[in-house]
């Protein structure tokens, strides 16, 4: 054996560049590895993200003024941006999740940002959940009452929650996502091939008037989601390691992050492309309700392009909205049980104990209650209940944003991890932009009940 390595030094087989070459290629595996490790929590963000911003207010926001609103898709992706990226670059720098970020700028922001997901746990999962459930009588069977959907839907993820726990969300999630990312892109290639209609873009109707602003700023409340739901990644950050048993560094983190944010901006996009295509123009006004809105859009899409398509579009739809309300039941008892231990310091506060099912079985009840109300109230409260959810997501960005800016420029946040001075600028810009909103909300909504002329603007 000797003799054999002794002859491959002699002629050079064993030589610097030969090994550096192996090193170089090792390194490189593990590198890729590392990457492939870290994809996980950005993909269910995704999953999270793309449902009623997407598949409902995108679409309609499409249907109703046509190409006419890509700008506010743009600019709410982008200003929410920094905000959603500080959460994940917090852990990956600190080891912290969010939450304890939130609980060193005091007690009270522990306790304010667990109000504020209360909140939205209670409308948002009751919002998606009603949604999937009416969304799935109209593919599946309309045999079976709306309140029986809903109870079916949330109790498979609350079984696949159970069963499989953070694994079994992760594996589910990356099968959903990839299979609506696929029928979405399939279903506006078909879209823009048939082409729009000839209809001029001045026949919408006018965006800066009250009603106008209160459409725009539910579309960018769940654009591309709550920004409370940045949370969550987080919170799976924490899960991922321990499942795949490595840490992922910064750029792993940052990468993972970019594939789900980047993606869910893009699909937003389609999705308000397949409105103007689809439904913009054909003199056919879409339903007020998000779900019979989506089953209306469906049919509309099949009449136009042939039964054919009915399987992508039916299956973006409701892979769009299962998705999100299966995330929603395990990101907000994420949330709220994390935030709740933090707040009492009780020990366990990334552990699925016996509180956080407390806590699952308590949102799962709320909605099936929620969901009787509406079907009592002959759903003449969906509508409200939608619009309720996502104007309460944009009114309590500005809160969330500025309480993230704040943690991540605390001192425990090692300086090379800092953000860049770009994200710091566009992180400002968001806080204006999510601010000044908030007020034109206000203002409007006074406006129209006073009869100010700015009321009317346009």
């Known amino acids: 054996m000797t003799t054999l390595i002794a002859l491959k030094n002699s002629v050079g087989l064993c030589d610097k560049p030969f090994m550096k070459g192996t090193i170089v290629t090792e390194q490189g595996e593990k590198k890729y590895k590392g990457f ?26 499409g249907a109703i003024y046509g190409f006419g609103l890509v700008w506010a898709v743009i600019l709410s992706n982008l200003f929410k941006y920094p905000f959603f990226e500080f959460m994940r670059r917090y852990t990956a720098s600190t080891g912290e999740t969010i939450l304890d970020g939130y609980k060193r700028q005091g007690r009270w922001a522990i306790w304010l940002f667990m109000l504020i997901s209360m909140v939205s746990a209670v409308l948002n999962i009751a919002a998606v959940t009603v ?16 309140l029986w959907w809903c109870v079916i839907i949330g109790g498979v993820c609350v079984a696949l929650l159970a069963i499989g726990h953070y694994p079994a969300l992760d594996s589910v999630m990356k099968v959903i996502v990839t299979v609506l990312a696929v029928s979405t892109i399939v279903a506006f290639i078909a879209a823009v091939r048939h082409g729009s209609s000839d209809i001029a873009i001045t026949s919408s109707p006018k965006i800066w008037n009250a009603t106008g602003i209160v459409f725009l700023l539910a579309l960018m409340g769940w654009m591309p989601a709550p920004i409370d739901v940045g949370a969550w990644p987080s919170l799976w950050a924490v899960e991922r390691n321990k499942q795949t048993g490595h840490l992922a560094s910064m750029r792993e983190t940052l990468f993972d992050f970019n594939v789900g944010y980047i993606g869910a901006a893009i699909l937003a996009l389609a999705f308000l492309g397949l409105g103007a295509l689809v439904m913009f123009g054909t003199g056919e006004s879409p339903a007020e309700s998000g779900a019979k809105f989506i089953s209306q859009f469906i049919e509309l899409y099949t009449d136009t392009l042939g039964n054919w398509s009915r399987y992508f579009i039916a299956s973006a739809a409701f892979t769009c909205m299962f998705s999100t309300t299966l995330t929603c039941f395990d990101g907000y008892t994420r949330t709220v049980h994390g935030t709740l231990c933090l707040a009492t310091n009780r020990k366990n506060a990334l552990r699925e104990d016996f509180l956080y099912w407390v806590i699952m079985a308590v949102f799962f009840v709320t909605t099936i209650v929620i969901v009787q109300g509406i079907i009592s109230l002959k759903s003449t409260v969906l509508t409200p209940l939608v619009t309720t959810a996502m104007l309460t997501a944009f009114l309590t960005a500005p809160i969330v944003a500025w309480m993230t800016y704040r943690v991540i420029k605390g001192k425990n946040v090692p300086e ?8 710091h600028i566009l992180a400002v810009c968001g806080l204006i932009f999510l ?7 206000i203002y409007s909504q006074l406006a129209e009940a006073f009869g100010w002329p700015i009321g009317r603007i346009g």
């Open 36 to 61: 492939i490790q870290a994809l996980g929590p950005g993909i269910l963000f995704a999953g999270a993200a793309i449902g009623g911003s997407h598949i409902v207010q995108s679409t309609k926001a």
């Open 131 to 146: 949604v999937t459930g009416f969304l799935a009588g109209n593919l599946f069977s309309s045999s079976i009452p709306l």
């Open 416 to 423: 090379k991890s800092r953000p860049t001075r770009l994200l």
């Open 435 to 441: 601010f000044g909103f908030t007020l034109l909300f």
